[in-house]
């Protein structure tokens, strides 16, 4: 695949405040690409430098073989859709997709019939002439996405787009957005701090933290192999602990000497594992077994997350873990019962800080 | 970052604008400024001025008469609005929309007809002479009275706003609370509005101490700063001193003037993190106080209207009372005649178009261009300082500058166009408030979409930004439409042969003794601003309904 | 991008035409003679010259003194044509004036002129101070005739009196500086302070304070003759006294403004401003007039008034305006302030 679009070394000052910090990243013709962070980590930013409405202070920006770094919006070659949807409300859904097709000189039928192309690929035929104040959030969203893809931009930039939009819609919407992108090979970035939109949106991840790449990757990598105690605590949930090296395949949390099958490098290092990775166990056949008490049952749904209080060799800590609600019926479980859970040594994740 | 042919033409536009302001603000400000440290011949004679004005007792003690009536005129009108607003927000009395109207009367008529309204009312031939037990209305109660007709509105549409915004679920609360009216009246009403009220009370005081027209009506020997500046430069000749005196004057306006923006700013907080609106529950008692309130205060604006009407139509007060209209005969008196009519429907339809046109588009870099960062604020504080000065102040202002034989502008001086400049700039900032507000409530992001479309920004702004803002620009054009018809202190000093104005014919009939045609001329400019506002709003009611369906909601 | 040019040519138009495109000859001309003749003064003078077009500029005669010398290095005005002589005698020594000798000069009374070569202003006419009096409101207030200005200072008339600011009213100033003359300078300024306790107000305008005794405002009005006559026409129940004592008056008078840029219509002006059949004009209200035989006697007019006219100083007035109205300002403008 061909790289399409190309960040580097991009740094970002709000006056003293450092929003962007040494930002790299590519991105391949034709990819989904996800910013995800927490509010404030700078992924707006740097979507807006991408778009050319904030400049960087340092570092460039290339888009197909061309340094745009330096370019005005007007100049670059992007459609947007932001979370506010931000629809003329004057204008009618015709208009408004039509909005940017006037330039361009092209002749009266041909833009309807792109406007026509593009709500037939929206499903909103039907609404051609109402205003955007007649229509639901939802469809008025896609209205704006029609709107951005009108001049077949070679970069669709999208700003929380379902941020906006009820649990339902915005689930619906998520899979409806993925497929359009992938029928029509549009490049896209999507800036989200929804987590769960990102797994199931984006090919590729891009996780940000106060300024900074955490961790980047497919959304598969991004969950199973966190490499920052960031990364896996804000996908997800874990349970992250300090631990020292006693070997090549073994460490010590809380006094406890447990197995361990992740290279381990350093002499003190923070390690991740994930509620579902842990085991009820009744077998001797289980390693790093250790013994605790519920303290807490949280019910999930398929699953319910025990808050375990681990009785580790030096002190007593909350673990949590996953544990099927079958399992719980079955052998009555309550809270303050005692119970026997295995970290297993594969689940073991040793990340940076 | 390379600059796109968007970033030159809001440069472009931006210097336009802001160097409008400039030449019709900074610089003549900046030349009545070196004028009062200037002698006859135009020699720095540092604050030698100063010092002669503070050594002349009686010209000091305008100072403490103008304080005097501003502060009096505030807490007066003050209470009075606020419990007219108190009544139009919070009761469920009758007739509001009708209340509301009357209550604006004053803003459609200059202000020194009150004045002349008053003369009749109390003056020795007076109908209700005896209500004054012997006190004169020439003085400071004629000025008191008429300044709280004028500053009546003003205020009441501060404090109706301040008081509308009080949060409803404070009063659920206190409701459930149990609180009694009283308590919950001080305890959440009054601090809700607090910052109105203060801002008000500011806004008042200012008109007041700025207002020239009142005093010199009706303030007989009671002499005030603003009519110092007209004395002393109109009788005295002493330009300098006028100079002086107004300097003197700018500089309460400019405290009240700070006040006031940094009040306004709390307000504008409070306004922004509260949603819900309160609705008044129905007490019988209440409403019919607030109602009987209503009606006197209506009734004492109607008969202070109602009693100009009748003066200009009596043949010869108050010797022959059959009516005519002998006195709207203008072409006989001074003040330029119907001619000084039709210059101030010109001047005040240019203004409203010219004004309109520069206020919007200057409101819109402001709040909507995309880059310029530094050039948007400082256009913004150049908008935002024509509230500070008094437009009397501004007139002298416009006479040192323009007439200046070296100011290549001097061509301007005695057309047309210097008071249309004046009452632009004058009213500037109120309508730059007003776009501001309008623009803020529309997408930022609009001006992002159009420009990834790669479509430049008029094309939004003709296309999306001023179809919806159409009924604030309706509001802008008709401010500054009644205001042109009415001000007489931005233009007493500019107008000429061939300009003069109605407003300014009103004070020179009334100094001229001819004070039943000031009247008569007083209700023709009553009379068209009453019809342009009707015509605006039957209009608008057609126009937006027919070009703003997309406002309403179908589905 | 067509709409913003199409706005911009038009608001250059619009400043442009109004810098006025000329037909015939306009002339700019500032007067402080009574709004309601205006048109008529025009219209008797484009009977002789129709292709000179009047513009006024008219106002009480301090604010048309201030108007040009506020313009004095950028001249609005072509030329005055009835403006107290006092005001155009400090004009002349601002060196304001084109010198011309109109046609006709030796017609005129030699008082009527300034008396260098060739003369900077020529005089139109006088107007004569007098006191209106409202009979009805007089008898109301059981006020007596005032018979003098020593009268108007009894106590009787406390509250009753106005007349107007000097400051900014010829008239005012013309009873002032003639008070200064009758009375002596220190005799003068004690008899306004004793007239000044009975004043209800002072008044902008001098025709105003008839205008009030006029309409019952206040009874007794301290203005000019002319003006008491108009309201006496008018049907005011009003009566013109001449007080005992003489009476001030001042002339008016008609200059061309020095740099103007229609010289020849200024002069046609000036030349007509003297001839007799202005005379004849201005005698319609004033019953003194620049050339000898021409006054007629003015319907309302008090008998006395001519023989009650002081011989005034103009000179003296002139000289000391501007020392005489800031010593009236100190002693009179605020009559609120504190009395101690």
């Known amino acids: 695949m061909d790289q399409y679009l190309s960040v580097k070394n991009v740094v970002k000052y709000f006056g003293k405040f450092q929003a962007l910090n040494n930002i790299n990243f590519d991105v391949n013709e034709g990819e989904f690409v996800c910013i995800l962070g927490p509010s404030g980590c700078g992924k707006t930013t740097l979507l807006r430098v991408i778009a050319g409405l904030e400049s960087q202070s340092e570092g460039t920006i290339q888009q197909n073989n061309n340094d745009i770094s330096l370019l005005p919006p007007d100049q670059r070659d992007f459609g947007i859709v932001f979370q506010s949807y931000a629809l003329f409300p004057n204008l009618t859904v015709k208009d408004n997709i039509s909005f940017g097709l006037k330039t361009r000189k092209q002749n009266r039928n041909e833009i309807d019939s792109r406007v026509d192309e593009l709500l037939k690929l929206v499903g909103l035929s039907d609404h051609i002439n109402k205003y955007s104040a007649q229509l639901s959030g939802g469809e008025q969203q896609r209205v704006a996405l029609a709107r951005a893809l009108a001049p077949s931009p070679g970069l669709l930039l999208l700003d929380e787009p379902l941020s906006a939009l009820d649990a339902k819609v915005r689930q619906h919407l998520r899979l409806e957005i993925k497929n359009l992108q992938k029928q029509l090979g549009v490049t896209t970035i999507m800036v989200t701090h929804d987590q769960e939109e990102a797994l199931t949106m984006a090919d590729r991840i891009i996780l940000m933290n106060n300024g900074v790449i955490e961790q980047e990757g497919s959304p598969q990598d991004i969950y199973s192999k966190p490499t920052t105690a960031f990364s896996a605590n804000f996908i997800g949930t874990t349970n992250l602990f300090k631990a020292k090296k006693i070997s090549s395949n073994s460490i010590e949390i809380h006094g406890s000497v447990l197995e361990c099958n992740d290279n381990i490098n350093d002499d003190v290092s923070t390690v991740t594992i994930r509620p579902e990775d842990i085991k009820i166990s009744n077998s001797g056949e289980d390693k790093n077994i250790l013994s605790g008490t519920i303290k807490e049952l949280e019910f999930l749904g398929s699953n319910i997350r025990g808050h375990i209080e681990v009785n580790f060799d030096s002190d007593k800590a909350i673990v949590l873990c996953n544990i099927a609600s079958e399992y719980i019926q079955n052998n009555n479980i309550q809270t303050n019962a005692s119970i026997n859970i295995s970290l297993q040594p594969h689940a073991i994740k040793i990340v940076k800080d | ?555 | 991008m067509a709409k913003i040019k199409n706005l911009f040519l038009i608001f250059t138009v619009f400043i442009f035409s109004s810098a006025s495109l000329m037909a015939k000859t306009e002339l700019t001309v500032y007067t402080a003679v009574e709004a309601e003749d205006l048109k008529k003064y025009a219209a008797t003078f484009n009977e002789d010259h129709p292709d000179i077009e009047i513009n006024w500029v008219r106002d009480s005669t301090g604010i048309i003194t201030a108007k040009l010398l506020a313009e004095k290095d950028n001249p609005q005005a072509d030329i005055i044509w009835g403006l107290a002589g006092t005001s155009a005698m400090l004009m002349k020594s601002e060196g304001m004036f084109e010198p011309y000798a109109p046609k006709g000069l030796d017609q005129l009374d030699p008082k009527f002129r300034d008396s260098a070569n060739p003369p900077s202003w020529t005089g139109m006419d006088a107007w004569v101070a007098a006191v209106c009096v409202n009979t009805i409101e007089a008898e109301k207030y059981g006020l007596p005739m005032p018979g003098s200005w020593e009268d108007l200072t009894n106590s009787v008339y406390e509250g009753h009196v106005a007349m107007p600011n000097p400051n900014s009213s010829g008239t005012g100033f013309l009873d002032v500086s003639s008070w200064l003359q009758i009375f002596g300078e220190d005799g003068g300024w004690d008899y306004m302070d004793r007239l000044h306790k009975n004043i209800s107000h002072y008044t902008h305008s001098g025709s105003k304070p008839c205008k009030q005794a006029a309409s019952g405002e206040v009874p007794i009005g301290v203005s000019f003759a002319f003006r008491g006559a108009r309201s006496k026409e008018a049907g005011a129940p009003i009566e013109i006294i001449v007080p005992a004592e003489g009476v001030g008056w001042e002339m008016e008078a008609t200059a061309i403004i020095k740099g103007t840029s229609n010289l020849e219509a200024a002069k046609t002006l000036a030349d007509w401003s003297i001839s007799r059949k202005a005379m004849e004009m201005y005698n319609d209200a004033y019953a003194v007039v620049g050339m000898p035989g021409v006054a007629k006697p003015v319907k309302h007019f008090p008998e006395g008034l001519l023989e009650a006219m002081i011989k005034n100083d103009f000179e003296y007035a002139a000289k000391n305006r501007k020392d005489i109205l800031a010593e009236w300002q100190r002693r009179y403008d605020s009559k609120s302030e504190p009395k101690s």
């Open chain 2, 1 to 555: 970052m390379k600059k796109s042919r968007d970033d030159y033409l809001t440069l472009f536009f931006i210097s336009i604008i802001g160097f409008y302001i400039l030449i019709s603000l900074a610089f003549p400000m900046y030349a009545i400024l070196s004028k009062s440290f200037e002698n006859k011949d135009g020699e720095f004679i540092g604050l030698e001025n100063y010092q002669s004005y503070f050594e002349n007792s009686s010209l000091v003690y305008s100072i403490y008469n103008s304080l005097f009536v501003s502060i009096v005129t505030m807490v007066i009108t003050i209470s009075l609005a606020f419990v007219f607003a108190y009544a139009l927000t919070k009761s469920r009395m009758a007739g509001k929309g009708v209340f509301r109207s009357i209550a604006m009367i004053p803003i459609l008529v200059p202000s020194l007809l009150s004045g002349i309204s008053l003369i009749y009312l109390f003056g020795k031939q007076g109908i209700f002479r005896e209500l004054l037990m012997g006190y004169e209305i020439y003085g400071p109660i004629g000025i008191i009275i008429a300044e709280v007709f004028y500053t009546f509105p003003h205020a009441l549409l501060i404090i109706v706003t301040a008081l509308s915004i009080g949060d409803a679920r404070l009063y659920e609360a206190a409701k459930v609370l149990r609180s009694k009216s009283i308590r919950t009246f001080f305890t959440v009403t009054l601090p809700s509005a607090k910052y109105g009220v203060i801002s008000a009370a500011f806004v008042v005081f200012t008109l007041v101490i700025t207002d020239f027209g009142i005093p010199k009506v009706i303030g007989g020997n009671y002499n005030v700063l603003a009519v110092d500046v007209y004395k002393q430069v109109i009788g005295q000749q002493n330009f300098e001193m006028g100079a002086v005196v107004s300097m003197v004057l700018v500089f309460p306006a400019l405290i009240a003037f700070a006040v006031d923006r940094i009040v306004q700013r709390k307000q504008v907080a409070i306004l922004t993190s509260r949603s819900v609106v309160h609705e008044p529950n129905e007490s019988k008692t209440f409403d019919r106080i607030m109602f009987g309130y209503c009606s006197l205060i209506s009734a004492l604006i109607l008969t202070i209207l109602g009693m100009c009407l009748y003066a200009s139509l009596v043949t010869f007060w108050p010797y022959n009372l059959t009516l005519s209209l002998k006195n709207y005969q203008f072409d006989l008196m001074d003040g330029g005649g119907w001619d000084s009519y039709y210059n101030s429907i010109r001047m005040a339809s240019y203004t409203a178009v010219f004004g309109t046109i520069a206020v919007f588009a200057g409101a819109y870099f402001v709040e909507k261009a995309r880059s310029l960062k530094t050039g948007r604020s400082i256009l913004h504080l150049l908008s935002m300082m024509p509230m500070a000065i008094p437009g009397l102040v501004l007139g002298l202002a416009y006479i040192f500058f323009f007439n200046h034989p070296d100011n290549p502008l001097n061509f301007l001086y005695g057309t047309m166009a210097i008071l249309v400049i004046c009452t632009i700039t004058h009213f500037y900032t109120v309508s730059h408030l007003t776009a501001l507000t309008s623009l803020k409530q529309i997408d930022n992001e609009f001006e992002h979409v159009s420009s990834s479309l790669k479509q430049p920004f008029y094309k939004t702004f003709f296309r999306v930004t001023v179809p919806i803002s159409l009924p604030a620009i309706f509001e802008i054009g008709i401010y500054f439409f009644v205001n042109a018809m009415t001000t007489v202190s931005a233009v007493v000093f500019l107008y000429s042969s061939k300009t003069t104005l109605a407003s300014v014919a009103v004070l020179n009939m009334d100094d001229a003794g001819d004070i039943a045609p000031a009247a008569a001329m007083g209700m023709m400019i009553f009379y068209t601003n009453a019809a342009v506002r009707i015509v605006y709003v039957l209009i608008t009611k057609k126009i937006l309904v027919r070009f703003q369906n997309w406002r309403v909601k179908t589905t």
